[in-house]
């Protein structure tokens, strides 16, 4: 019997509004991802308008009591994989940000995340997010009944090292619901028909996180920033997806 909590009408319905208060968040901060803007500008931003909502930042505080996360968005600019601190780095042309964002609303969760492209960036970099991008939506293009965690892994891992990059192992997407994480963890890389059979009222995020470099990754001091092994730049692109009935249906967008 699976572990995975399948949700209400009632539930999905909650969610969706969390999720549209995500993707309305990133369209606030858009306009401001340029040079010369800080990381901390970003957060203070999203965090106004998240509270203006009715809701919670969801990864402020979030994590253990000697070490919260600092802030209401994760800043991973450039090498940074995930969970960059926003602190007072100022953007740079040519740079790329991945900004993930989560909200609790009315007792659950949404999740999101998008790498921005700052001022103009080289083409080398250019393709690294735009092949992240794409192997988001090969893999949501997947999600139904019947189908398997390992065929959305699958359709990740192929487009990103058929094309030279490195996918990340050690971070993955989630369950999500009244916790920020539940089961099932969602691998970006695996094997076309094995893993857990989905279900409708599953509900999960996918974020593949993709190293124009090898994919190994590196903890700094602060107990949060991860960071590419060989400081190449790394994009991710993340959404928050239900299984329905007759397919899915994305609650980020």
């Known amino acids: 019997m699976s572990r995975v909590p399948l949700k209400s009408a ?16 990133f369209r606030v901060l858009a306009p401001y991802v340029k ?3 800080t990381l901390k500008e970003l957060d203070q931003l999203a965090e106004e308008h998240i509270r203006k909502a009715g809701a919670i930042p969801a990864y402020l505080g979030y994590g ?13 600019v450039n090498e940074v994989i995930c ?3 926003p602190d007072a780095r100022e953007l740079k042309d040519g740079d790329i940000i991945g900004v993930d964002i989560g909200v609790l609303l009315d007792g659950y969760y949404g999740d999101a995340c998008t ?5 103009q960036v080289s083409a ?14 090969d893999a949501l293009d997947l999600v139904k009944p019947g189908a398997r965690l390992g065929d959305i892994g699958h359709a990740i891992q192929s487009l990103a090292e058929g094309r030279g990059y490195g996918v990340v192992r050690e971070y993955t997407g989630h369950g999500i619901g009244k916790r920020l994480h539940e089961e099932p963890t969602v691998l970006h890389y695996g ?5 857990l059979k989905l279900q409708p009222g599953m509900v999960f995020t996918i974020e593949p996180m993709v190293n124009l470099g090898r994919p190994e990754t590196r903890l700094l001091a602060d107990g949060w920033t991860v960071v590419t092994a060989d400081s190449s730049p ?6 928050t997806v239900v299984v329905t009935a007759k397919g899915h249906e994305i609650l980020t967008v």
């Open 83 to 85: 969970h960059g601190i």
């Open 234 to 239: 790394s994009a991710q692109f993340e959404h």
């Open 10 to 25: 009632r539930e999905i319905e909650i969610m969706r509004r969390a999720g549209a208060l995500v993707a309305d968040t």
């Open 115 to 119: 790498t921005y492209t700052v001022g």
């Open 124 to 137: 080398e970099v250019q393709g690294l997010v735009d092949t992240t991008r794409e192997s988001l939506k």
């Open 35 to 37: 040079p010369g803007v």
């Open 191 to 195: 094997a076309r028909y094995t893993g």
């Open 64 to 76: 253990p009591k000697n070490n919260p996360f600092p802030g209401t968005i994760c800043a991973s």
